[in-house]
């Protein structure tokens, strides 16, 4: 097992003050290792986002982080928090250290300016020492390294397809090489094809600079590919954490087993998909117990009394596993 080079731990977040506040994520803890890529599943709704700008501290407002820490461990020095650092810290740890590849390319571009303006940019505030000429140059590197023309440089966003715009966004997550790349389902708007050739192409970046990718997404069969582990979130709440093979293999959350199987197989008999019966819970009046339980065909008594604990699951001998269900109690 790799060195662990980000840890989740007890994180709240909240959006609203007060007893109207929506509690979005609810003591969530995850670890991701050097190198590796932890794919986070789960509907829409489920919580992804919202971690994800808590951890980095991107939250829009009205959101509040209510408790817990982000514990970041660079290559050389001690630990710290991030939710810790000022202001002036967190500018220089951000994009240095942790990039964010954002939803919907097209609204994370300044569509009046072009894509020099906006690479060079993040080079200028973060490299104040460098030259112009030393920037574009860097710039072109980019967009070499996400397989993008020098002479795109000069184009406008809406002059590119929704493809090229995703990879400017990857190529801009890298530009300071940071340790860890947050991916905030970058494909969704993407047609399968080039969703596929994205996907290769950061697996590819990854294995050769050796970067850290946190890969949120809603499409489970997508994690099942490029993914090291997964961990699945459902009403705030991480409720299974597996390698990938394990998860694939056997899933042990009934909701987790729902997501697999909501997808069809490119190979084999045809077979009818069954989904998820019911919605995602509505985060200001959640269910009693288990989140999950008025959905999940397997509830019984203290599915809706208790909340489960994500442990370990009793008789379970894999490394690295962990379940949130009455099903499968923890040890």
Known sequence: MSEIVLEIKGLNVDYGLGEQSVHAVRDVDLTLRRGEVLGLAGESGSGKSTLAYGLTRLLPPPGVIRGGQVIYHPEQG?????????DRQLRAFRWAQTSIVFQGAMNSLNPVHKISTQLTDVLRAHEPGSTRAARLARARELLALVGIPADRLDSYPHQLSGGMRQRVMIGMALALRPKIVIMDEPTTALDVVVQRQILGQLVGLRERLGFSVLFITHDL????????????????????????ASLHKDSLHPYSHGLLHSFPALRGPREELSGIPGSPPDLRSMPTGCAFHPRCPHSFDPCVRRVPELGAPQGRPEQDRSVACWLHPAS
């Open 78 to 86: 001690e630990p710290f928090d991030v939710l810790g650092l000022s």
């Open 221 to 244: 069969s997508l994690l099942v590919e490029f993914s090291d582990r997964i961990a699945i979130m459902y009403g705030g709440r991480i409720v299974e954490q597996a390698s990938t």
